[in-house]
């Protein structure tokens, strides 16, 4: 019995990373959204990340 409380909870992570990726399989592009008023990137350009703090709302200086 303690083997398989030992072997279920690396078991069930497999599944749950496994589902992950057959999510983004099935849905490619769903999460990649962004907010109205931030331009989208343009095709080739890499995103610039912001390190800074952000408002309330979600956008960096914006207060």
Same mark, same amino acid.
């Given at each position: 019995?303690?083997?398989?409380? /030992? +072997?279920? $909870?690396?078991?069930?992570?497999? &599944?749950?990373?496994?589902?992950?990726?057959?999510? *983004? /399989? +099935?849905? $490619?592009?769903?999460?990649?959204? &962004?907010p109205d008023g931030v331009p989208a990137p343009? *095709?080739?350009?890499?995103?610039?990340?912001?390190?800074?703090?952000?408002?309330?709302?979600?956008?960096?200086?914006?207060?």
């Amino acid at each position: 019995m303690a083997v398989l409380a /030992l +072997l279920i $909870p690396p078991l069930m992570l497999g &599944v749950l990373l496994m589902l992950g990726r057959y999510e *983004d /399989l +099935l849905l $490619p592009g769903v999460g990649e959204q &962004v907010p109205d008023g931030v331009p989208a990137p343009q *095709d080739g350009a890499p995103a610039a990340a912001h390190t800074g703090l952000t408002d309330p709302g979600g956008f960096p200086g914006s207060s």
